[in-house]
């Protein structure tokens, strides 16, 4: 199997985490053409990274969709097969995509790219503490993580997590978490995770060359 894939971006590194932590023989490659040119459409109809690519030659895109099958191939189960438990690990994950990436994360990058966008930028931040308040108030409904492994809506969380503590510096906000102690904990244990902490070094890299 092959994994098409960007190093900056946090959709393919959650599915590279996954590939680790399962040790799974999936070739990590560059797209075979640039983003959002006819030729890498023309190879990828729904046009984002990551894709993965079958022996048979068929594609996978859609890093959830990704994550799914290869954590039911072989190995310890990422994603858990108890259904209470599952759902726990689809809130975090669903968090992750559905609220604090839109909401938060998204607009901070956008207005980073633009000239002069970390200038009076107060509602970003105010979307960031809302979303953080957010998750500290799930991270507390939930069962406590210290007490469990690493699953698959870590990984998801990790990777957009990341990004805001990468970004949020440039908004003058150079603790993002300080006011958040469940979701400061969270960090501070899933950080730890070796497969985690390798994959976000390698996006936090790319990250870094991307704005040079």
């Known amino acids: 199997m092959k994994l098409y894939n960007m190093n900056h971006s946090p959709y393919a590194t959650r599915v590279r ?18 983003t959002g040119t006819p030729e890498f459409i023309e190879q ?9 690519e079958l022996d048979d030659g068929s594609q996978l895109p859609d890093s959830w969709v990704i994550m799914e099958y290869l954590d039911a191939l072989s190995g310890t189960q990422l994603i858990p097969a108890e259904p209470l438990a599952r759902a726990h690990m689809q809130l ?15 607009p901070m990058f956008q207005r980073v790219v633009q ?15 809302k979303e953080l308040a957010r998750l500290d108030r799930l991270l507390n409904m939930l069962p406590d993580f210290a007490d469990r492994a690493v699953h698959a ?12 503590l990468m970004l949020a510096p440039m908004f003058g906000r150079a603790e993002p978490l300080a006011e958040y102690p469940a979701a400061e904990r969270w960090q501070h244990w899933v950080s730890g995770d070796e497969d985690v902490q390798a994959c976000t070094a390698e996006m936090k890299q790319a990250v870094a060359a991307f704005f040079g």
Do not use: Q, S
Not at 115 to 129: H, I, K, M, Q, R
Not at 153 to 164: I, K, Q, S
């Open 17 to 34: 985490m996954l590939i680790r932590k399962k040790g799974l023989a999936v070739e990590i490659l560059d797209p075979p053409a640039p």
């Open 115 to 129: 000239p002069g966008g970390t200038e009076n930028a107060e509602e970003v931040l105010e979307a960031l503490d």
């Open 153 to 164: 809506g870590d990984m998801v969380l990790a990777t957009n997590m990341e990004y805001v």
């Open 92 to 106: 975090l994950a669903r968090y992750a995509d559905t609220y604090l990436g839109p909401l938060a994360l998204f």
């Open 44 to 52: 990828f109809p729904l046009g984002k990274i990551p894709v993965l």
